[in-house]
T-cell receptor, first 114, second 112 residues
């Protein structure tokens, strides 16, 4: 069964600290992996999209890594800011699957405290 | 830049009532999607469209209908609302199947 598991479910860190969020998936065959940021009460916003051949991708203070062999991805946030408080969702697309076949994780809720 | 706009943002329905959620995108995207987001669950696909005049079922289509008469608009209809349809609904669009999806702000629907 195609699944995307994220850990931890929630995380509290102090402003200025770094953190890493994890995503494990069993989706096969794999097309791409996406990380989204979802602020409370708003729609998800794309941070990165990574294909099979990409190991690392950065977007400002956000760096995503992908290990297609172990089917794991991580999102590293550097020098966290209060505005980073949000849910971070890992999404994997199933190659060759039905149109619109994105498998969503349940998200990690990050709280950044002053 | 408007991007993806959903109307309305909030709605309360009584069981058995009907309503239509409107999604409009101004990016000339071919692909449009409707998702629902429930507490403790990932987003789940209700219906999607790969172009004007086309629609297809997603993971949880029961109780919903959709139409895409114009490329920029994707409508989600509830014919007879049920409490189980209480959720936050998100519309999204993308240029191609594999490219980034842009989401609307969401519609919070409560069925009492």
């Amino acid at each position: 069964k195609n699944q995307v598991e994220q850990s931890p479910q929630s995380l509290i860190i102090l402003e200025g600290k770094n953190c890493t969020l994890q995503c494990n998936y069993t989706v096969s065959p794999f097309s791409n992996l996406r990380w989204y940021k979802q602020d409370t009460g708003r729609g998800p916003v794309s941070l990165t999209i990574m294909t099979f051949s990409e190991n690392t991708k950065s977007n400002g203070r956000y760096t995503a890594t992908l290990d297609a062999d172990t089917k794991q991805s991580s999102l590293h946030i550097t020098a966290s800011q209060l505005s980073d408080s949000a849910s971070y969702i890992c999404v994997v697309r199933n190659y060759g699957g039905s149109q619109g076949n994105l498998i969503f994780g349940k998200g990690t809720k990050l709280s950044v405290k002053p | 830049n408007a991007g993806v706009t959903q109307t309305p943002k909030f709605r309360v329905l009584k069981t058995g009532q009907s309503m239509t959620l409107l999604c409009a995108q101004d990016m000339n995207h071919e692909y449009m999607y409707w998702y629902r987001q429930d507490p403790g669950m990932g987003l789940r696909l209700i219906h999607y469209s790969v172009g004007e005049g086309t629609t297809a079922k997603g993971e949880v289509p029961d109780g919903y209908n959709v139409s895409r008469l114009k490329k920029q608009n994707f409508l989600l209809g509830l014919e007879s609302a049920a409490p189980s349809q209480t959720s936050v609904y998100f519309c999204a669009s993308s240029y191609e199947e594999i490219t980034e999806a842009f989401f609307g702000q969401g519609t919070r629907l409560t069925v009492v």
